[in-house]
T-cell receptor, first 111, second 111 residues
């Protein structure tokens, strides 16, 4: 158990819809990272927040947004969903960039 | 354009022997390199890292070697154990804290 929790575990929705994925970091970790893992693209870094502020941005689509709240939990919002957005979405937290602890992931299926 | 490449999708190694997982990168501006291990249905777990100013880092059975002139790093696991069977991801972190992952190598440890 990494100490990072993600909800929900599975999510099935339709194209055009909007969903919110939630992540609670390990106690004391200020950084939260979001990743997308798909079969053809591997693990892709989406975005990082540090203590409520956006810190680094990766391959995140404009239809996707994230935020980190004062209690340090984070949410990833995915809108206008497309079939290709079906993937595993991981959240990770860290105190130091070279030691990230990953949550179990949310499997998103877009039908 | 893949900046971090793991060219072997899978690798089989006899138990007790050395496993060598390879990773190539194209950008000389990376600050850190990381290796993660992933079991099915779980998030990746951090294994070992190496700074770009070093050429070797060792932690128990795991050693990472960095060859900056060849833009190549490798993870050595010795001796290989059955529990090492997993997917291994190589990742690179640049100065803006952006993290780029390879597509992973599936390691099978044979009895």
């Amino acid at each position: 158990d990494s100490g990072v929790t993600q909800t929900p575990k599975h999510l099935i929705t339709a194209t055009g819809q909007r969903v919110t994925l939630r992540c609670s970091p390990r106690s004391g970790d200020l950084s939260v990272y979001w990743y997308q893992q798909s079969l053809d693209q591997g693990l892709q870094f989406l975005i990082q927040y540090y203590n409520g502020e956006e810190r680094a941005k990766g391959n995140i689509l404009e239809r996707f947004s994230a935020q980190q709240f004062p209690d340090l939990h984070s949410e990833l919002n995915l809108s206008s969903l497309e079939l290709g957005d079906s993937a595993l979405y991981f959240c990770a937290s860290s105190g130091l960039v070279d030691t990230q602890y990953f949550g179990p992931g949310t499997r998103l299926t877009v039908l | 354009d893949q900046q971090v490449k793991q060219n072997s999708p899978s690798l089989s190694v006899q138990e007790g022997r050395i496993s060598i997982l390879n990773c190539d990168y194209t950008n000389s501006m990376f600050d850190y390199f990381l290796w993660y291990k992933k079991y099915p249905a779980e998030g990746p777990t951090f294994l070992i890292s190496i700074s770009s100013i070093k050429d070797k880092n060792e932690d128990g059975r795991f050693t990472v070697f960095l060859n900056k002139s060849a833009k190549h790093l490798s993870l050595h696991i010795v001796p290989s154990q059955p529990g090492d069977s997993a997917v291994y991801f190589c990742a690179a972190v640049n100065r803006d804290d952006k993290i780029i992952f390879g597509k992973g190598t599936r390691l099978h440890i044979l009895p």
